[in-house]
Every structure is written in structure tokens, then in C-alpha cells.
Nanobody
Framework: QEQLVESGGGLVQAGGSLRLSCAAP????????LGWFRQAPGKEREFVAA???????YYINSEGGRFTISRDNAKNTVYLQIDSLKPEDTATYYC????????????????WGQGTQVTVSS
């Protein structure tokens, strides 16, 4: 079963940075757009960022440049850099893949990872 595998979460202080990684099977990495979502306790899963197979990024508008998504084609890995972390960034972060060229709705994504926990202390 093809699977996405996230890593890089952890406990950080507010103002710090984290880089999340998502390793994908080659078939998915080369043919799908890849996105990051997050879900805080009691809240719905929300879109954070996505990147097309061609490398074009797309971000949720409200984050003011704190998120950077990138992909390493040699490693079949997509990254999410989060800077100036805030306590409200605390959530489980999920990597996902969509056959669409770009999508912000979770329902458009076909493959999901198990999630990595990010906890930001104040």
C-alpha cells in the first residue's frame, strides 16, 4: 500500500522554527501535487500549503509568509518550513497528494500520511 510518511514535528517555543518532511513513493511524487494540512483538537482539518509537480507553491493567505513549501525531486520528499511559530500553530500536520494540479479542499486529495504533531509552547 502506497503511503506518505511525515516527520519533523516536535515541541518548540513560540518564535522558533520547524521543518516538516514528507517522503512519498516515486509514482506519487512525480505525478501528484503535494499538500500540507493541519488539524488542531476540536477543529476541522485546514489547508496550509501545496506545491504542484512542477514546483509552483500555493499558500493559505492568512499566514503572512511564515510557511514555505518546497520539494526535493531527488529524494521524493516535500518539505514545509514554518517560521515564527505561534501557539495557535499547534496541530497535527498531514501530508497529502492530489491528482489535481492544485487543490485546497481535503476531499480532493487521494493519499494521506499518518501525521506529525507540532506543539508550540508560549
Amino acid at each position: 500500500q502506497e503511503q506518505l510518511v511525515e516527520s519533523g514535528g516536535g515541541l518548540v517555543q513560540a518564535g522558533g522554527s520547524l521543518r516538516l518532511s514528507c517522503a512519498a513513493p516515486g509514482r506519487i511524487f512525480k505525478n501528484y501535487a503535494l499538500g500540507w494540512f493541519r488539524q488542531a483538537p476540536g477543529k476541522e482539518r485546514e489547508f496550509v500549503a501545496a506545491i504542484t509537480w512542477g514546483g509552483d507553491p500555493y499558500y493559505i493567505n492568512s499566514e503572512g509568509g511564515r510557511f514555505t513549501i518546497s520539494r526535493d525531486n531527488a529524494k521524493n520528499t516535500v518539505y514545509l518550513q514554518i517560521d515564527s511559530l505561534k501557539p495557535e500553530d499547534t496541530a497535527t500536520y498531514y501530508c497529502a497528494a492530489t491528482a489535481s494540479s492544485m487543490a485546497v479542499s481535503a476531499s480532493r486529495y487521494d493519499y494521506w500520511g499518518q501525521g506529525t504533531q507540532v506543539t508550540v509552547s508560549s
